[in-house]
């Protein structure tokens, strides 16, 4: 009998602690629904999908077009170029988005720049200094450049919610290397302004830098700081995403273009070919063989330039660039990147 009674007396506390258990589990089923319901009434934006942020790797290639400004620009306004001066490149890059907001980038590129003073306008008092120097140069830039982009709209799906559209800041460094070069006259018409003296390496393009046009050395390796802006879009149904990019690189050299500081004296160049690619005053024609006007040419000393009789050149001492102001180019980027991860949606498990 006592036996029978604490049997009744250990299956009732059982009873008792299960109902207790299941009332429990329901509490906390409730409460987790509560907090869920207000975390999405609380919900600002951005594709949360079905779970936590899934990091991803992506990789990608580019296609770039370069423009320039600094000594050899039409006019001397920050920023200023000729849309003619655009050149193209192309590059590889590839990407680590470890945030839903922010993915970090790496690129190889190799863009071309190009400047010449033929673009200035003759006329303008601004820029006829510029058009009677008659420099031109290209430079093909070979650039390495880690940047941290960061997003306008937050991705919380990872690589299977991708945004359709979205907008981003890239701030970073760049290691680059660049080789000016320019094009020599067909003749020395320094010595001769009827062209009977022929140049060395006639219509050939010469690397600038070993000639040292202004008595000057400089590292052909250099440091930028490249800020852009950008934009990309979710090629539907792929794992493809499309993006444009304008894009400025502060140089810290002077000498993209083998412009900076004054010219020196025609009697201080022991090779002719240094001689004639420093002062190219004297030339009729620009480095595509335009013709140029030199119907003003016949004055002297006009903003530190020595012109006389159509024939002559850059006093020594005079000004040839500016030392003040860094070189700068523009890049535009049209890029593919092709996300490494799936893309095909969770399906919700049927309860």
Known sequence: ?????????????????????????????????????????????????????????????????????GDLAPVNK??????????????????????????VTAEINWVRVFGDDFASDPGSEESFARYARNL???????????ALQIF????????????PINAYLSLGAAVFHHVPMGKVPDADYQLAQDGSVAAPSAGQWVKLRP?????????????????????QMRIPNTQLTASLEFGIRWMFTDY??????????????????????????????????????????????VDGYFIEGNVGGGLEGS???????????????LKVSYTLGGTTRRRAKYR
């Open 1 to 69: 009998m006592k036996f029978k009674s604490l049997l009744v007396i250990i299956l009732s506390v059982a009873m008792l602690g299960l109902a207790d258990n299941a009332e429990a589990q329901r509490k906390n089923k409730y409460k987790a629904r509560r907090k869920t319901n207000k975390n999405v009434s609380r919900y600002k934006g951005g594709s949360r999908g079905y779970g936590r942020f899934e990091p991803y790797l992506f990789v990608g290639a580019q296609i770039n077009a370069g423009n320039y400004f």
């Open 78 to 103: 920050a920023a200023s170029t000729d849309i003619s001066f655009t050149r193209p490149g192309f590059g590889l890059m590839g990407g680590y988005k470890f945030h839903h907001s922010m993915a």
């Open 136 to 146: 031109s140069f290209r430079n093909d830039i070979k650039e390495f450049r880690v």
């Open 152 to 163: 306008l709209l937050p991705n919380y799906g990872g690589p299977r919610q991708r945004l």
């Open 211 to 231: 000639l040292k046009t202004e008595g000057q050395d400089y590292n052909n390796i250099e440091f930028a700081i490249p800020i852009a802006v950008g934009g």
């Open 256 to 301: 993209l273009d083998d412009v900076s500081d004054e010219y020196i004296g025609h009697d201080q160049f022991d090779d002719p070919l240094a001689r004639i690619m420093a002062d190219r005053s004297s030339v009729p024609t620009s480095s595509k063989g335009e013709n140029r006007d030199l119907s003003r040419l016949n004055i002297v000393n």
């Open 319 to 333: 000004r040839r660039g500016n030392p003040d102001n860094n070189d700068m180019i523009f890049v535009t980027q």
